[in-house]
């Protein structure tokens, strides 16, 4: 059974859905500040609730620094077009909406 603090974790992926989903429309229907000052605080939110659940879990963690790229028009790499073709991939997307790159950062101590 997963503990409560673990559970925490969960809450991410329908945050970074809901970006998504926005993002996949702000062609058509324009950038909506209203929204992005939301999906902005939620994060906000959850990252701290997540933040006190893994240190009271006593979760062993590393500094981290997140950067996200999310084009209006989406993003494409043949190389990996090429790889799902060869992959005999049937269903997948011709762009991503967002690409995320995680780098570590040296401890403070």
Do not use: W
């Amino acid at each position: 059974m997963i503990g409560e603090e673990c559970q925490a974790l969960f809450v991410y992926p329908a945050l970074i859905g809901s970006l998504s989903k926005y993002l996949s429309k702000i062609r058509t229907n324009g950038r909506k500040p209203n929204v992005e000052a939301n999906i902005a605080a939620r994060f906000n939110r959850v990252h701290e609730q997540v933040q006190k659940s893994v240190q009271k879990a006593q979760i062993t963690t590393k500094l981290a620094q997140v950067s996200c790229q999310a084009p209006v028009v989406g993003i494409q790499d043949n190389t990996i077009n090429r790889l799902l073709l060869m992959s005999n991939a049937e269903h997948c997307l011709p762009n991503v909406s967002m690409a995320f790159f995680i780098e570590e950062k040296p401890d403070d101590k």
